[in-house]
């Protein structure tokens, strides 16, 4: 498991500091996205979307197919424009000029959907180098930052010499993670950044990048399909629908209006399902449950009350 | 001998990545044999980088193999004059959509397929049709694929294995990037091609909830194949499965988490009804 510590920062981030700031980190306003505008394929994938992102949470975010979320954070470190409205980190208009692009893009760190979209140097090395070696870090620094980000990624010595396109799809994945992990970003956006690992390479990604976000205290949103996932690490969840916010709370709240997720095309983790059913066979099942965890104590609980009695 | 669809005899494959010619290149599939039955629906799981992807590659002759053979539906697919028969035969959905897209349009790139392979125009409009409406993708059929959103694409990319019609298709992760509806409405797909269609199916996934609907798993693991049964056969070796990186579906793992609690449970009760009735039996 990787220290982020061993990394050597330019400015190790207080923790304390960020948290007791009160302007969020991102602040989306009125933000819509057209594509293809004036064309006959004109699409409006964005409809006034309004965020505050804090510093410090983990935000899961989720939506059907098409909904927008790629669109979405795309805007977030202005790789795409909004049509109309504004992003602002850290209480300034990312698209005011060039600077403040070029700030957004060395501070939101943004994991693409697909990862080959975000590879093309001719070595995994050079890939991951990337990033610090734009940020001026000296040949040292940079060198072992790749180390340290490519162990993260569980990404072993043996392929850092090879073309990041001679790779499994998994590996690819996982060194597009690398290369973003690499830049210590201050807002890790990622783009359904498990989609593609082995289970054993989702759960251990997962559990640095929620490492990272502990001692750094750095904020992070993720889009996932997983609805598992987001109920087990995101502390709110944000829904996205045609466009639009369509629900914004906590995975209990958003996780309690099943019927509407179905609707959208959405789920409920596969244990709440199993929760459901048994309650409906008559088990007295109590709280919420996402997890399989969950489940097992909330069933060992009961047997012992039953043993009891 | 008649009914194998896809058959590997000690399949041996590497990648030419050293073009100094060093062989220390570690083999990717290490005398690989399988057979896969006509009209079977075979699930293949394995950790990043064991080979499933190189494996599925050699089933319609993209790749040929560097030691041992592959035949599909009878056909070695080391012999070029088969080629075509092999490719009309067997269909691919890509690992990344991407490297599937041939046209700027959705339709045409969905009956890129069939034409190559001469189905007459009629029933390729047919064809195309059906196949963007059973993706539903068909209210997008005028638009340009490579501006689709992830999932969008990779529905599309389906739709073009369907309109081809083969009678084996190899799926590479098809549901990396769908919605929970979006992964159902492919778990039916395949479902209705196996039972109304009879087609043959091989489905790579890292979703273990998809492999325990197969009926059959095959993991891989460093270029071998490590495990081949029945998917309540092969989920229930839970400890094995976590040492190869991989896991088993959540209604295992929760039973198997029960019984080392002294709880004592059958595993292979894969299906959430299944467990919901074991469970209840237990705990009502
Ligand atoms: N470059 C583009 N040009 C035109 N339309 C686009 C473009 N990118 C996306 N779209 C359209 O905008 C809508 C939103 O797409 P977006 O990629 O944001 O969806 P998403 O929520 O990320 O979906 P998915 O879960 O499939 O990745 C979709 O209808 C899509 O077809
Ligand atoms: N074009 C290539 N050139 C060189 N090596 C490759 C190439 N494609 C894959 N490999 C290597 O071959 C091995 C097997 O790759 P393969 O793509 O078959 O894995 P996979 O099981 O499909 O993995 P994943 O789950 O990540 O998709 C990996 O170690 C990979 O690095
Ligand atoms: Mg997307
Ligand atoms: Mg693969």
């Not at chain 1, 929760?275 to 709280?287: F, H, I, M, Q, S």
């Not at chain 2, 539906?73 to 004059?81: A, L, N, R």
């Amino acid at each position: 498991m990787l220290i982020m510590g061993d990394i050597p920062q330019k400015r190790k981030p207080h923790r304390k500091e960020k948290c007791m700031s009160k302007t969020p980190i991102l602040k989306i306003e009125n933000l819509t996205h057209v594509y293809s505008k004036g064309t006959p394929f004109e699409l409006s994938a964005l409809n006034g979307i309004n965020l505050e992102i804090g510093r410090g949470e983990v935000i899961g975010i989720i939506g059907h197919t098409g909904s927008g979320k790629s669109t979405l954070i795309q805007h977030l470190n202005a790789l795409i424009k909004p049509t109309d409205g504004k992003i602002y980190l850290d209480g300034k208009d990312i698209n005011e000029s060039k600077q403040s692009v070029k700030e957004a893009r060395s501070r939101v760190g943004l994991v693409f959907q697909y990862p080959e979209y975000q590879l093309f140097e001719e070595t995994v090395y050079k890939d991951i180098a990337f990033g610090p070696k734009n940020m001026r870090l000296t040949p040292d620094e940079i060198d072992v930052r790749v180390r340290a980000s490519a162990q993260f990624v569980g990404i072993g010595e043996e392929l850092l010499e090879r073309s990041p396109f001679d790779l499994s799809g998994g590996q690819k994945r996982r060194i597009a993670i690398a290369g973003v992990i690499a830049m210590l970003p201050e807002v890790l956006v990622l783009d359904e950044p498990m989609a593609g690992l082995d289970p054993a390479g989702r759960r251990e990604i997962m559990e640095n990048l929620m490492g990272y976000h502990q001692e750094t205290g750095n904020a992070m949103l993720i889009v996932t399909h997983s609805m598992e996932e987001a109920a087990r690490y995101a502390q709110r969840m944000i829904v996205l629908e045609h466009g639009r916010v369509a629900m914004d709370g906590t995975p209990e709240q958003v996780f309690s209006r099943e019927k509407e997720l179905k609707e959208m095309g959405l789920a409920v983790p596969e244990m709440t399902e199993l929760a459901e059913k048994l309650r409906e066979y008559g088990v007295p099942l109590e709280g919420t449950i996402y997890t399989v965890e969950q489940m097992r104590d909330a069933l060992l609980s009961l047997k012992g009350g039953l043993q009891d009695a | 001998m008649m009914d194998i669809a896809i058959k590997t005899d000690n399949l041996t494959y590497f990648y030419n990545v050293d073009e100094t010619g060093d062989q220390d290149i570690p083999d990717v599939l290490d005398n690989v044999s399988i057979e896969i039955e006509k009209g079977t629906f075979v699930a293949i799981l394995g950790h990043n980088g064991s080979g499933k992807s190189t494996l599925a590659k050699h089933m319609n002759a993209l790749l040929l193999p560097k030691g041992g053979t592959v035949t599909a539906f009878g056909m070695d697919t080391k012999d070029e004059s088969l080629l075509l028969e092999i490719r009309r035969r067997v269909g691919m959905v890509f690992q990344n959509p991407d490297n599937q897209i041939v046209s700027n349009v959705v339709e045409e790139d969905v009956a890129f397929a069939p034409e190559n392979l001469g189905v007459p125009s009629q029933e390729i409009r047919r064809r195309v049709d059906d196949a963007l409406k059973t993706v539903g993708m068909y209210e997008f059929r005028s638009h340009a694929p490579h501006l689709l959103s992830g999932g969008q694409k990779q529905r599309v990319a389906i739709a073009g294995v369907l309109a081809m019609d083969p009678d084996c298709i190899v799926f590479d992760e098809p549901t990396a990037m769908l919605d929970p509806s979006g992964r159902r409405d492919v778990m039916e797909i395949i479902h209705k091609l196996r039972y109304e269609r009879g087609t043959t199916v091989v489905l790579i996934t890292h979703h273990m909830e998809e492999a325990a609907l197969a009926d059959r798993v095959i993991v891989m693991s460093d270029g071998h194949v490590v495990m081949d049964g029945k998917p309540k056969e092969v989920f229930v070796r839970v400890e094995e499965l976590d040492e190869l990186g991989l896991t088993v579906p959540e209604t295992t793992r929760l039973l198997f988490e029960l019984k080392n609690a002294g709880v004592d449970l059958p595993l292979d009760a894969l299906s959430i009804d299944e467990c919901a009735k074991v469970l209840a039996d237990k705990f009502g």
